[in-house]
Nanobody
Framework: QLQLVESGGGLVQPGGSLRLSCAAS????????IGWFRQAPGKEREGVSC????????DYADSVKGRFTISRDNAKNTVYLQMNSLKPEDTAVYYC?????????????????WGQGTQVTVSS
């Protein structure tokens, strides 16, 4: 069964950090670009970050630049999103997705496999 599973979400205070993981089973991530997306209550899902299959290209939404870092360990078939200096507006369900190809994009229709999401709540 092909699936992506996110983990690492939780409740954190403003200014805190979390590291999200996206693990694949049933297929190898090293052939796919991976994106992280998030959806806050009452809002549309938006792109947060992406990484090319080789890891050579990354991209970030303006709202998270300088605070979030995406990385991948193809040997572990896992992609990570390190989130630092978290703000209440980062509160959302975070999803990882594997693209149809190796590229990096924030266009959601270019993604083939999606995880079930992990909740991140930033609150004091």
């Amino acid at each position: 069964q092909l699936q992506l599973v996110e983990s690492g979400g939780g409740l954190v205070q403003p200014g805190g950090s979390l590291r999200l993981s996206c693990a694949a089973s049933g297929f190898l991530l090293n052939n796919y670009g991976i994106g992280w997306f998030r959806q806050a209550p009452g809002k549309e899902r938006e792109g947060v970050s992406c990484i090319r299959s080789s890891g050579s290209v990354t991209d970030y939404a303006d709202s998270v630049k300088g605070r979030f870092t995406i990385s991948r360990d193809n040997a572990k078939n896992t992609v990570y999103l390190q989130m630092n200096s978290l703000k209440p507006e980062d509160t959302a369900v975070y999803y990882c997705a594997a693209a149809y190809g190796p590229g990096c994009s924030n266009v959601q229709t270019l993604y083939k496999y999606w995880g079930q999401g992990t909740q991140v709540t930033v609150s004091s």
